[in-house]
Every structure is written in C-alpha cells, then in structure tokens.
C-alpha cells in the first residue's frame, strides 16, 4: 500500500523549516562524521520547500520522477541545484560507503545548491 | 518469427507489441547493430543475468517495425528473406514476470531511445564524462517504465554535475511524457564494472 499524503502548502514549509533547523542547528556539527545524512536531510529540506510551491498549484507528487520532471518545466531556475541534492542524497541512502558524499561535497550542497531552492521558493510561497 | 507478415500492417498501425509465451522462455540476448548498412549485424550471448529473459528488438525497415524475440539463430537468417534496412535498434529488457498477452507500446521505446541519443550525445561533449549507462525499469504507472540513466564521472566536480543536470532538464522539458532517473556516479578509482548493476546497458551507437 502506498500512503498517499496531501499536506497543505503550509504543511510544507513547517516540514521543510524544521529539516533546516534541524540541519544547521545539529547535523553540521557532525558533517564530517555523516556527511550522508547532511545531504538527505538537506534534500528533504528542498523536496518540502517545492512541494509547498506546488501545493499552493494543487499538485501533489507520490514519485520524485514526476516531481523532477515537473521541476524542470515549471522550476527550471532551480532544476540543477534541485537535482543535485536528490542525486547526492540517492547516493547517501542507497549507494556504498564510497558513494557517500564527502563532508567537502555535503558542505559544498548545503552552502550553495540549497539557499538556491529556498531562496527562490520563498519568493512565491511565506 | 512470432509475427507473421499479415500481422506486420497491424503491428505497425498500432505501434505496440503482444507479449507471446515464447517471449519469456527465451535465454538469448540478441542485438542489432546496423550502422546503416545493408546487412545487420547480429550478435547474440547469453544473459548477464537471469533477471531478464527476452530483449525485444523493433527494427524500422522503411515504413515496417517488426520485433524479434530473439528466438531464432542467426545463422538461419538469409538477407533475401530479410532485406530491410535497419536504420536503428533497439533493445529492451523484459522481466519475467510480464505477463502474457499484455502489449507493449515499441513507438514510446523508439521515442525514449532518440531522446536518450540526444542526452548522451550532449554529455559525451562533457570531456571528464567517462561512460554512461541506460536500463529501462517497468513500473505500474504511465508510461509504463522508467528510463534509469548513469553517468560515471571520475571525481565530484560541481560544474561537470551542473552541465549534466542542464541537459537532463532539457531533454526532461521536451519530453514530458517520458520518466527519467540519471544518477552520477563517481568512480572514485573504482572499476567501472564493480559499480554498474548488470541490467543496464553501456551506451553505444
């Protein structure tokens, strides 16, 4: 069975407020222990930030594939930093110990590919 | 042959494929290699892995698209019977468990096949992009697959990354129907036959 969540646009953004949060406020500190886990929750972070965007459109996505092509039509400003951090994080939660992320490259996401999403975002959706 | 030459109009009317038993009994992967050329070249070897059992090839000849199980030997093939002119190929990958009797949409596959063309002929510009890999993963919802994509680059390179993801969005915006799955890999002094899983398929013309 596939649940099928429908969370508000609002519902969004307090998920992907409290996925930076939790970020910055916790995971950074240990980056260079868990540079993977840097990248999912900093991806996570992105995905509730666009959903909330797409929510206010009425569009709700079960899959990432139809998300990332929706992305780059509709979003195609922030396709790449988008795409960047679902690669990194599909690499940290499926691939080896040597598909992780470096902390360079967690940090590197973090610093540049996610404020390009929540800055963009945020100009459509407070 | 499954398909007789009166079922050939109707197959390629409909552009889709019946899936026959002796669709999935077959163990031997065939390929088409036409360079454009009168003659085809034909390869066959057995499976990397028993995962799938049949490739489906549909090969354009002039107006016709016929798709071959793969049952067949080479050898047996006389250019006088087949005297189409394959201008493309195209080999897909079936699970076992396909059922019996459903079809096959061969027109959205020729389509996925130039797109994936038009991506990887856009990559391969990108000079540190080493090899790149397709798989075709059937999933319950339209279109019916999805086009899995790996690109092996040897090293994170943000700007390389960047490149590929323009490309990707690109072809993604022009082809809205298709969904698309590309991964880079970093080989990270790994050999590339240790990181790719066996079903998918080294790109090459």
């Not at chain 2, 889709?16 to 070249?41: G, K, M, W, Y």
């Not at chain 2, 680059?153 to 022009?174: F, H, Q």
Request: charged residues 25%; neutral net charge.
């Amino acid at each position: 069975m596939t649940l099928k969540f429908r969370l508000s646009s609002i519902e969004h953004l307090e998920k992907a407020r409290r996925n930076q949060e939790i970020l910055f406020n916790h995971l950074l500190n240990f980056v260079e222990k868990c540079p993977e886990w840097v990248t999912v929750v900093a991806f996570y972070s992105a995905l509730h930030f666009v959903d909330a965007y797409f929510a206010k459109l009425n569009l709700h996505f079960q899959h990432h594939q139809e998300r990332n092509s929706e992305i780059s039509e509709s979003l195609k400003e922030i396709f790449g930093a988008y795409y960047r951090l679902y690669d990194l994080s599909v690499n940290s939660r499926y691939g080896s110990m040597k598909d992780n992320p470096t902390a360079d490259e967690a940090m590197d996401t973090v610093r540049n590919d996610l404020p390009k999403v929540v800055e963009f975002i945020q100009g459509f959706v407070h | 042959m499954v398909f007789t030459m009166q079922e050939l109009p109707q197959i390629y009317e409909k552009m889709l494929v019946r899936i026959q038993p002796e669709h999935v009994t077959d163990n031997i992967e065939c390929i088409f290699s036409s360079n454009f050329s009168d003659t085809a070249v034909r390869t066959s070897r057995k499976m990397r892995a028993s995962k799938y059992n049949i490739f489906v090839s549909s090969v354009s000849a002039q107006t016709t698209t016929i798709s071959h199980p793969c049952s067949w030997k080479p050898q047996f093939i006389e250019s006088e019977t087949y005297s189409w002119t394959p201008r493309t190929w195209f080999v897909y990958p079936l699970k076992q468990d396909l059922r019996i009797d459903s079809t096959f949409d061969v027109k959205l596959l020729a389509d996925a096949r130039d797109m994936m063309r038009s991506l990887f002929e856009e990559v391969e510009k990108l000079n540190v992009v080493e090899s790149a890999f397709y798989n075709f993963e059937p999933v319950d919802r339209p279109p019916g697959f999805i086009i899995e994509i790996l690109v092996v680059i040897p090293e994170s390179n943000r700007e390389t990354e960047y490149k590929i993801y323009y490309v990707l969005g690109e072809l993604m915006r022009r082809n809205r129907k298709m969904l698309i799955d590309l991964h880079i890999v970093k080989r990270r002094g790994r050999e590339i036959k240790n990181l790719i899983p066996t079903e998918f398929q080294r790109w090459r013309e």
